[in-house]
């Protein structure tokens, strides 16, 4: 796997793992986008995600409905949808996303539940007195 820093991806955005992109999406320069294993990220039509972005689908399934815009510096990562229209905050963080079409997230905003969809609490065994 090769790794980039920012700087090299100056004019240029990092795709990787199944990511469809359909045509007339706007991907800005610095942005990395990608799925993990056994995950897909799809992007849609009219979504415009803003420079230095990170996408990572995580879990299952991630999509960005169309038209659907990403401010700059968003991170967004594991499953989940982001609705039509959704207009999405610079600098906020969106985990498991479950996104409204035409919400607004304001800026620097944290969004979402960590973990897999099925995590729960660790379950730690009682201890039991020796008899």
Same mark, same amino acid.
């Given at each position: 796997?090769?790794?980039?820093?920012?700087?090299?991806?100056?004019?240029?955005?990092?795709?990787?793992?199944?990511?469809? #992109?359909?045509? /007339? !999406?706007? @991907?800005?320069?610095?942005? *990395?986008? $990608? +799925?993990? %294993?056994?995950?897909?990220?799809?992007?849609?039509?009219?979504?415009?995600?803003?420079?230095?972005?990170?996408?990572?689908?995580?879990?299952?399934?991630?999509?960005?409905?169309?038209?659907?815009? #990403?401010?700059? /510096? !968003?991170? @967004?990562?594991?499953?989940? *949808?982001? $609705? +039509?229209? %959704?207009?999405?905050?610079?600098?906020?963080?969106?985990?498991?996303?479950?996104?409204?079409?035409?919400?607004?997230?304001?800026?620097?905003?944290?969004?979402?539940?960590?973990?897999?969809?099925?995590?729960?609490?660790?379950?730690?065994?009682?201890?039991?007195?020796?008899?």
């Amino acid at each position: 796997m090769a790794f980039f820093t920012l700087g090299e991806l100056q004019n240029q955005y990092l795709v990787f793992g199944a990511v469809d #992109i359909a045509p /007339g !999406a706007a @991907i800005a320069p610095r942005s *990395i986008v $990608g +799925a993990d %294993a056994a995950s897909q990220l799809r992007i849609e039509t009219g979504v415009c995600l803003g420079s230095e972005v990170v996408v990572q689908a995580r879990w299952g399934t991630l999509t960005i409905e169309a038209g659907a815009n #990403i401010g700059c /510096g !968003a991170l @967004i990562i594991g499953q989940g *949808i982001i $609705g +039509a229209g %959704a207009c999405i905050g610079a600098g906020s963080t969106l985990i498991n996303p479950q996104i409204q079409p035409q919400q607004v997230i304001a800026p620097k905003s944290l969004v979402g539940a960590s973990g897999p969809p099925e995590a729960g609490p660790l379950q730690t065994p009682q201890a039991t007195e020796p008899q």
